[in-house]
């Protein structure tokens, strides 16, 4: 099989479904000019970031790459700790960041050298795409934590039965990912793969190795900064939401 090439044009197809979206958002009387915005925010940044990992990927450079996976981390640990009022956020971010660092760095290290072997080990194709699945999934798992941990706290419950509540809900989302891949869906990755002409028993060990990339990522990450950052965290309390 080939790999399913689509060209520009042919995205053109999604366009009236989209418009009808929009269209019944607007007689709904919702913000349809927030959807449309963000949908033609989400085309212009994926075009630039295109052009910009073709760059990378041409010119491959162990320094940019890491100054690229540096800006992935800092985003990600800002982002993931927004639901903090902004006083604990600021002295939150620099463990969140550590967490982000060592943990994603080090399942980011473990899958790209010990199972893809990538080579050079900068490889821009290998440790882009994955530290960027690594520290969304462990940002998202990061800010699910906090802000349960935040309520459970507010409520009068101790720490301890706080952080547990916060680390069972927070990992809803991937277990439940975990619980569903071949029963409900297709990961993208996988269905990409697919698309593209790879071999479906290829592409299962590779789903196989991000959904354990994923859960150890984002497993780890939480218990790190529950643990780590427990004085920060309790204090939230004494400060309003921003």
Same mark, same amino acid.
């Given at each position: 099989?080939?790999?399913?090439?689509?060209?520009?044009?042919?995205?053109?197809?999604?366009?009236?479904?989209?418009?009808?979206?929009?269209?019944?958002?607007?007689?709904?009387?919702?913000?349809?000019?927030?959807?449309?915005?963000?949908?033609?925010?989400?085309?212009?940044?994926?075009?630039?970031?295109?052009?910009?990992?073709?760059?990378?990927?041409?010119?491959?450079?162990?320094?940019?790459?890491?100054?690229?996976?540096?800006?992935?981390?800092?985003?990600?640990?800002?982002?993931?700790?927004?639901?903090?009022?902004?006083?604990?956020?600021?002295?939150?971010?620099?463990?969140?960041?550590?967490?982000?660092?060592?943990?994603?760095?080090?399942?980011?290290?473990?899958?790209? %050298?010990?199972?893809?072997?990538?080579? *050079?080990?900068?490889?821009? @194709?290998?440790? /882009?795409?994955?530290?960027? &699945? #690594? +520290? !969304?999934?462990?940002?998202?798992?990061?800010?699910?934590?906090?802000?349960?941990?935040?309520?459970?706290?507010?409520?009068?419950?101790?720490?301890?039965?706080?952080?547990?509540?916060?680390?069972?809900?927070?990992?809803?989302?991937?277990?439940?990912?975990?619980?569903?891949?071949?029963?409900?869906?297709?990961?993208?990755?996988?269905?990409? %793969?697919?698309?593209?002409?790879?071999? *479906?028993?290829?592409?299962? @060990?590779?789903? /196989?190795?991000?959904?354990? &990339? #994923? +859960? !150890?990522?984002?497993?780890?990450?939480?218990?790190?900064?529950?643990?780590?950052?427990?004085?920060?965290?309790?204090?939230?309390?004494?400060?309003?939401?921003?």
């Amino acid at each position: 099989m080939n790999a399913t090439l689509i060209a520009w044009p042919q995205l053109l197809w999604l366009v009236p479904p989209v418009l009808l979206v929009l269209w019944i958002l607007y007689r709904w009387g919702l913000d349809w000019l927030q959807a449309g915005r963000a949908m033609v925010g989400m085309v212009l940044r994926l075009v630039v970031i295109g052009y910009g990992l073709r760059y990378i990927f041409n010119a491959p450079n162990g320094g940019v790459i890491l100054l690229v996976l540096s800006v992935m981390l800092g985003a990600a640990s800002w982002i993931g700790l927004r639901t903090l009022p902004a006083a604990a956020r600021r002295r939150v971010l620099p463990k969140a960041f550590g967490v982000l660092v060592a943990v994603g760095g080090a399942i980011l290290a473990l899958v790209s %050298q010990g199972v893809l072997r990538a080579q *050079p080990w900068y490889n821009p @194709r290998v440790l /882009i795409p994955l530290g960027g &699945m #690594i +520290f !969304a999934n462990a940002m998202n798992t990061l800010s699910l934590g906090v802000e349960r941990l935040h309520a459970e706290l507010a409520a009068g419950h101790a720490f301890i039965p706080a952080r547990n509540a916060a680390a069972r809900a927070a990992l809803i989302p991937v277990i439940n990912s975990l619980m569903s891949v071949g029963l409900v869906s297709l990961p993208g990755m996988m269905t990409g %793969q697919i698309l593209a002409g790879v071999s *479906p028993l290829v592409a299962v @060990r590779y789903q /196989i190795m991000v959904m354990a &990339m #994923i +859960f !150890a990522a984002s497993g780890l990450s939480l218990a790190a900064l529950l643990v780590w950052a427990r004085p920060e965290l309790s204090a939230t309390l004494s400060e309003a939401p921003t």
